[in-house]
């Protein structure tokens, strides 16, 4: 995918350049600069995917029925991906008319750890402003929730279960834990716009007639604006302070989180959004910024390189990572025009002043 993108790159004369992040996978970054003094918009959209489910119609090779685009990706997002590169070929063919230079970034690891863009963040680019390709039904989003992934680990003592008295059962432990926990869950305010606190994954235990000495809670912390590392951390360790009191034969200890993404959460006032609003009443489409619950790589890009992000694409949340993934053809059309008209709404001479 990346040397696909990056010869597609140089045939444009778009100077194509690779970020390396991971051996064997390179973020590819590619710029249409026609004023070194004119703002940067950023176009974004990450190559990775879920894993393809065999039999479906959303297997690796792409499949158009019923005015749709059924595949691995399409939807999650080589369908935003290929909106913006058509757009960027439009903007090229006419960049006499364009205010601002594009840069294009197709990035990796968005669906693990956004590493990708996190290590083009880190680098400090002069980035006025982005657009981050995903599903959003063609909806300008300027808001969405973050994430804090962490794990729990509780020790016991190992035994044959023929003498289980002589051990300590580190499962048992982690079920006081785990109903611990719920008071973290509780206390946030739930539903579609608001956090949670989720434990998604246990591990433990090394055989059926073996006192279990050692189990691992893993959660997922999905967090708004206001929250921060520090609050989420202080609230689980309430919870486990709790159980430490009662159980002494176990030993609770919470590691630092193996994943920390902020929120997004970018002002209505800003130049993306209101070039954005422009863009969608240009083509007739909903211009009302809106709050998500899932995350993306705008808010890496936002927390860490300071930069305004909104959150645009052709397609649903809700068909990403499904059996039969797929994009409507007609919402890629649309979407290559609303980076198109963006882009020409955010590079406006009176927008820059």
């Given amino acids: 995918m990346a040397a696909y993108i990056e010869r597609w790159a140089d045939e444009m004369g778009l100077n194509p350049r690779r970020q390396a992040v991971f051996p064997g996978r390179d973020n590819v970054i ?53 909106a913006m590169m058509t757009a960027i070929e439009r903007l090229r063919a006419r960049r006499d008319r364009l205010g601002c230079n594009i840069e294009f970034l197709a990035a990796v690891d968005e669906e693990s750890h956004g590493t990708g863009a996190t290590m083009y963040a880190k ?51 982690a079920a006081d834990v785990i109903v611990a926990l719920r008071t973290v869950s509780r206390n946030l305010s739930g539903g579609p716009t608001g956090g949670s606190f989720t434990v998604s994954l246990i591990e433990g ?62 002002s209505g006032d800003s130049a993306i959004v209101i070039a954005a609003k422009s863009a969608a009443a240009s083509l007739d489409q909903n211009q009302e910024p809106a709050l998500v ?26 068909h990403a990572h499904s059996a039969d993934e797929f994009v409507p053809l007609n919402e890629l059309n649309a979407a290559a025009q609303f980076y198109e008209r963006t882009a020409h709404a955010f590079g406006r001479k009176e927008r820059r002043a």
């Fill in 205 to 266: 235990g090394n055989g059926i007639n073996i006192v279990p000495e050692s189990c691992s809670i893993h959660y997922d912390q999905r967090t708004v604006p206001g929250d921060s590392e520090e609050s989420v951390a202080s609230a689980i360790e309430q919870a486990l302070d709790r159980i430490r009191v009662a159980r002494h034969d176990v030993l609770i200890e919470r590691s630092s989180p193996d994943l920390v993404v902020a929120p997004l959460k970018t």
């Fill in 123 to 173: 680098a400090n680019p002069e980035i006025d402003a982005a657009i981050v390709g995903e599903p959003t039904e063609l909806r300008i989003v300027n808001g969405h929730k973050g994430v804090i992934r962490g794990r729990i680990t509780v020790l016991g003592r190992a035994a044959h279960t023929s003498v289980a008295h002589e051990g300590v059962n580190a499962i048992d432990g």
């Fill in 30 to 82: 590619a710029c249409l600069e026609i004023d070194h003094d004119a703002p940067t918009l950023l176009f974004e959209a990450h190559m990775d995917t879920v894993g393809v489910v065999p039999g479906t119609l959303g297997g690796i090779t792409p499949i158009v029925r019923d005015g749709k685009l059924f595949g691995r990706g399409s939807c999650d997002t080589k369908g935003a991906m290929a």
């Fill in 293 to 318: 619950p899932y995350g993306s790589d705008a808010s890496t890009l936002s927390a860490i390189g300071g930069i305004p992000c909104i959150v645009y694409g052709p397609g649903s949340i809700a």
